[in-house]
């Protein structure tokens, strides 16, 4: 019997990798969580995820062997662990795969088994006895290779007939067998072996799963051999560190004791009895958030920030179960990245992201969770073990509270009450369909379905803009009103001169895309003239021209000379060389957290998306402007460099999480630093000018928040910063004229003006407040007496609000037996206050005369027995309003 390596989980993971290096595998670092070239997905769940265009085409592969150690998640969509979380010994939200994969190799499958037999039982010296494998039933060349390679008996190698041992990528395309290797926890665990009923018990653990796609499926009963074979292996990380760690249950490795070490320590409660639950859950959910976040996914009410808010949620429903008053997640994140950010450096750098958001999000979820709560311990608090929560009332949480479905479900579950799933999904639905019926686009369905067909036909347009201004096409499609066209006359234009789509089989004109407008310009022939409004571009190789038709006609296959507006496309090379300066002082001055979340290169301004946890200071984004500026003047080299997709990365280039990239890939260099380093090195398929000095001048307009952690920076570049600064110092000397001062007293005379201001609102405010004060006198003149009760009723305009309740307040406070409403009228809008004397209180109280207020008129409000208010709009039931309270006082 061998004995296994203690080994930690960064020990293990660099071994994997060392060991298939060594054999000829070329390591590929893990991708986004943020899946790039799968729609599909909402976030990467596999390790062959990254390398599928390669299983349908391995011949593009550069390398035929692939080793790498992939960041999943397991949340959101059809792969949802979610609820399954902190219960079992194996679930988890995020996780980490090990794989090794091979591309087009047709004799590799014998290999690949002995390498991985040979990583377990010699690298690891994982028990050879512990050990059995699972085979396709009628998979017998790979039942035979386990006989060669491993030794094992028939009794070790399970013969599987369900789909759990066939992989698939969908009804059609790349399949084949695959094989699963299975680790024995020991009879101590209950369980059976694979594919008996006793399967689920826990004893036999799968660790490694090999996939050999071999077959093309052509349809429901036609599968054949494919030209070139694949294999697509993977071992959950978690999993083997078990193993090796001589532990069953993937909390109890050394990752996780750790992270819940931290998270007793910080919260004061041990991981024992139903506390150990929490804590599992939030060490998971601590890993996932800031993994997701650093993958740049951001908190919010749809799509992946909504799983990610999902996530986070339940985890600070945890800590608020152990009685933490004050946001623990943040705290937890140097514990996460001392383990883990060796290896996934993203997490160092987006350290003060991740710590921010995780804070944010968990302060204002606890100002929602204790009245959540509320209502659920209300409307639950008569059900009983095996008993159904309303999903009318589970929607209501979720709706007005925030409280994902899996958040109410995780609460209940320790009372063994389940949701009515159908009712809430019901509710769901009917505010989705609530939700199109406020949009209802314009024939969106006639367009979806031109789309479709575009797909379908589409031919990729050459695009000559990067060095031509004008060139020759050939017309390839018309479309009007969603329809194909054979041509497009002016003579049977009507007085709208409707849009056109034109397509041609090369242009000059480039896309929007990237955030950088489309070019505009002007297509023609002897024919016709036509002007060319914006330039689109569909399935990231279509560009498509948006235009209008100014004289004669064109028609499919005709021949056209094409011209961009150069001096539109020269304004554009402006801002999109500005931006990427701008993104590169963004990081150098604001930390290597900083990611792009969003951006829009237009012909006057730019617009730039940084994820960045607080608001930028005046003085910093002025910082950031001389830095772009002192980058101008050096008026240094904008280069473009055609290079391989991973020498561009390892060089330091700046590239998009969402964004799919080819081999090669395109990429723009400004500067360079001290250290040889570029100062500027992104990703781009954009213009740009040539030197930097081309862009002029750089000037920053706005800076603010559009949403959690996302602020937005507005800038101008190039000739429109000379004219913004023309049109302020115009309106600085209209301002001096103004005030027959000279610019450089500006400022005194305002502030002269201000102070003045200030005073004389002062001074109007005691006016008002004295005009509205009484005193004994006054009431004997003006109040209406309802038996021992004095009212005075009055109606007033534009009247601070503060200085009527003040004198409502004062004026009940010193005379007795007095009732004192005044209705204020500001904006169209009425405020009812009013007071009432301390002494007769036990019969009359301001906020009971507001509720009988509220019953006749409509309204908001409330207060105290001797000041309360009312807010209302403009009804004619106020003409009666005296009458109303005077009956009130009298009964």
Request: proline fraction near 2%; charged fraction near 25%.
């Amino acid at each position: 019997m061998q004995m296994t390596t203690f080994l930690n989980i960064n020990q293990i993971r660099t071994t994997f990798i060392e060991f298939f290096k060594k054999y000829g595998h070329h390591y590929a670092s893990s991708s986004s969580l943020v899946p790039g070239n799968d729609p599909s997905l909402f976030f990467v769940n596999a390790g062959i995820v990254q390398f599928k265009d390669y299983v349908r085409a391995p011949e593009t592969s550069k390398y035929s062997r692939v080793v790498t150690c992939q960041k999943c998640v397991r949340a959101g969509g059809k792969h949802n662990d979610l609820e399954s979380v902190g219960y079992t010994a194996r679930h988890h939200t995020f996780f980490e795969m090990l794989g090794n994969f091979s591309f087009g190799e047709d004799n590799a499958k014998a290999d690949f088994m002995q390498l991985i037999w040979s990583f377990l039982t010699k690298e690891l010296f994982i028990d050879e006895d512990r050990l059995i494998v699972t085979v396709y039933h009628t998979d017998h060349e790979t039942a035979k290779l386990w006989r060669s390679i491993a030794g094992l008996d028939d009794s070790r190698i399970i013969r599987i007939k369900t789909d759990d041992n066939f992989w698939s990528m969908g009804p059609v395309g790349p399949c084949g067998p695959c094989t699963e290797i299975f680790y024995d926890h020991g009879d101590k665990i209950p369980g059976g072996l694979p594919g008996t009923k006793d399967e689920n018990g826990g004893r036999y653990v799968e660790i490694w799963n090999i996939v050999f796609m071999q077959y093309e499926q052509l349809n429901e009963s036609t599968r054949v051999e494919l030209a070139k074979r694949c294999i697509d292996t993977g071992a959950g990380l978690e999993r083997i560190a078990t193993v090796l760690q001589g532990v069953y249950d993937n909390y109890d490795i050394d990752l996780f004791k750790n992270l819940i070490a931290n998270i007793e320590h910080l919260t004061k409660i041990k991981s024992v009895g139903e506390a150990n639950f929490s804590h599992r859950i939030i060490a998971d959910h601590l890993r996932a958030s800031a993994f997701l976040i650093a993958d740049g996914v951001m908190p919010s009410n749809d799509g992946r920030g909504y799983v990610l808010r999902r996530i986070m949620r339940r985890a600070m429903n945890q800590i608020h179960q152990l009685g933490c008053k004050e946001p623990v997640m943040h705290q937890l994140v140097p514990g996460l990245i001392n383990e883990m950010g060796d290896f996934y450096k993203e997490l160092r750098i987006r350290q003060e992201l991740i710590t921010y958001l995780l804070r944010n999000e968990e302060e204002k979820f606890k100002t929602t969770l204790s009245k959540g709560l509320k209502l659920l311990e209300e409307e639950s608090k008569n059900l009983t073990s095996g008993s159904q929560l309303s999903g009318h009332i589970a929607f209501k949480l979720y709706d007005t509270y925030g409280f994902p479905f899996d958040l109410t479900q995780d609460i209940l579950k320790k009372r063994s009450i389940s949701i009515n799933k159908t009712e809430f999904d019901q509710n769901m639905l009917e505010q989705q369909n609530r939700a199109r019926q406020l949009w209802k686009g314009q024939g969106s369905n006639k367009e979806q379905l031109l789309l479709e067909k575009l797909k379908e036909e589409f031919r990729a347009t050459e695009f000559v803009g990067y060095s031509l201004y004008q060139a020759e096409g050939i017309v390839i499609s018309l479309i009007q009103d969603n329809q194909y066209v054979e041509y497009i006359d002016i003579n049977q234009v009507d007085d709208n001169n409707k849009e056109f789509w034109l397509i041609t089989n090369q242009t000059p004109f480039y896309g929007q895309s990237g955030g950088q407008m489309g070019d505009i310009g002007i297509i023609k022939n002897n024919e016709c003239t036509i002007h060319v409004t914006d330039t689109i571009k569909l399935f990231g190789c279509t560009h498509v021209h948006i235009c209008k038709i100014v004289s004669g006609k064109i028609n499919i296959n005709a021949v056209v000379h094409m011209a961009i507006d150069k001096q539109y496309r020269t304004q554009l090379q402006i801002h999109h060389s500005a931006t990427h300066i701008l993104h590169a002082a963004l990081r150098e001055i604001l930390g290597n957290h900083i990611i792009q979340k969003g951006s829009l290169v237009a012909y006057d301004y730019l617009r730039f998306d940084v994820s960045h946890p607080t608001s930028i200071s005046r003085e910093i984004l002025t910082k950031i402007e001389n830095r772009v500026n002192e980058i101008i003047l050096n008026n240094t080299a904008v280069k473009l460099m055609i290079m391989p997709f991973d020498q561009a990365i390892a060089h330091g280039a700046v590239a998009l999480f969402e964004e799919k990239y080819g081999d090669e890939v395109r990429a723009i260099s400004i500067g360079e630093t001290s250290d040889a380093r570029y100062y500027s090195f992104e990703l781009c398929g954009g213009t740009h000018v040539k030197y930097t000095g081309d862009i002029g001048a750089f000037r920053i307009l706005s800076e603010s928040a559009i949403a959690a952690g996302v602020r937005r920076v507005e800038a101008i570049a190039g000739k429109h910063v000379i004219k913004q600064a023309r049109r302020n110092s115009e309106l600085l000397d209209l301002i001096a004229e103004k005030f027959s001062v000279t610019k450089q007293t500006i400022m005194s005379k305002i502030d002269g003006i201000i102070e003045e201001n200030n005073l004389l609102k002062k001074q109007l405010h005691q006016l008002k407040y004295n005009q509205l004060i009484l005193c004994e006198k006054d009431i004997q003149n003006i109040a209406d007496d309802i038996g021992t009760i004095k009212l005075v009723y009055k109606n007033i305009e534009d009247y601070d609000l503060q200085i009527v309740r003040k004198a409502v307040s004062n004026t009940t406070k010193n005379i007795k037996n007095l009732v004192m409403v005044v209705i204020s009228n500001n904006d169209k809008k009425n405020t009812i206050i009013i007071g009432v004397s301390d002494n007769i209180t036990n019969k009359i109280q301001a906020n009971n005369l507001v509720k009988e207020i509220i019953n006749y008129l409509g309204g908001s409000g409330g207060g105290s027995a001797t000041l309360a208010q009312i807010g209302c709009q403009y009804t004619c039931k106020l003409l009666d309003l005296k009458n109303i309270i005077c009956k009130l006082l009298a009964t």
